[in-house]
DNA sequence: GCGACAG
DNA sequence: ATCTTGTCGC
């Protein structure tokens, strides 16, 4: 593989009520060099095909923070969890991202958009049983004829594929391999590094301060809390933390066999 | 009730 | 995205 060893990758990962993490990291040995969690304030609903309505100004926030504060770090290449050309306009959120960044990106979609009838029937189905090793693809056809995507197994043992398709600036082929590369687990490293460290910091930052009731039951079904101000990111606690997060240890890994 | 469903 | 229950492997 000729990527070379200073590509950087980014990833978005917004959780629905009010975080948005993302993650920078060098490939292919995909150490973090760069991280910025903050909280922020969703306004637009989760509407299927319309995800760059709502996270975009955040994601291209941070991409700004970045180029000020470290532009040496400015990535080469964003993995983006969403849709690229696969997408019911054919421009989801990673063609969104690339458009006002110029920066090349990848779309990254756990599960399928069924778009231009695409569908994840028995057929599709069919298809992934038929997926071999890690890498093994097959392309996503809309009705044009046109290829807008590849379902890729990620590793040998993923029974789910990812769905690849081109956000900016790539072609599907390498959009593919590269994100191959990066995989694990099913979900790519620079991905579910900005799950795992976004929802860290949700925890460290909201998860204490919630005034934990003695008869707090374990799962409350009442409406999220909205507990941060509007319009104003909450700083996080502790400000001198060690980025160095040695080693998690043997923790659960999803979608293990 | 039924279909659709990126996050 | 979230919530379940259970299973397997390191």
């Not at 590793?155 to 594929?161: A, R, V």
Request: aromatic share 6%; glycine share 10%.
């Amino acid at each position: 593989m000729d990527w070379g060893d200073n590509i950087q990758i980014i990833t978005n990962s917004e959780l629905p009520v009010c975080h948005s993490g993302m993650k920078w990291a060098t490939f292919p040995s995909q150490k973090v060099v760069y991280e910025d969690s903050r909280m922020i304030s969703l306004t637009a609903p989760y509407i299927s095909g319309f995800l760059a309505f709502r996270e975009m100004p955040f994601l291209v926030d941070a991409v700004h923070r970045l180029q000020e504060k470290e532009p040496n770090l400015m990535p080469q290449v964003l993995l983006v969890d969403g849709n690229g050309v696969l997408h019911h306009q054919g421009f989801g959120i990673a063609c969104h991202l690339g458009v006002l960044t110029g920066l090349p990106c990848i779309g990254v979609a756990k599960k399928l958009l069924q778009v231009e009838g695409l569908e994840n029937n028995a057929a599709h189905k069919e298809k992934i049983q038929l997926l071999h090793a890690g890498g093994d693809t097959f392309p996503l056809m809309g009705g044009s004829g046109t290829v807008l995507g590849m379902a890729l197994k990620s590793h040998d043992h993923s029974t789910k594929p990812l769905y690849i398709s081109v956000g900016h600036k790539i072609s599907l082929e390498a959009a593919v391999r590269l994100t191959h590369c990066c995989c694990r687990f099913r979900i790519p490293e620079p991905v579910r590094q900005a799950d795992i460290r976004s929802r860290e910091y949700i925890r460290r930052t909201l998860g204490l301060s919630g005034p934990p009731v003695p008869g707090q039951e374990r799962n409350q079904k009442g409406p999220k809390s909205k507990a941060h101000p509007k319009g104003g990111s909450a700083e996080p606690a502790e400000e001198n933390r060690h980025p160095e997060d040695p080693s998690k240890g043997p923790g659960t890994d999803p979608e293990a066999p």
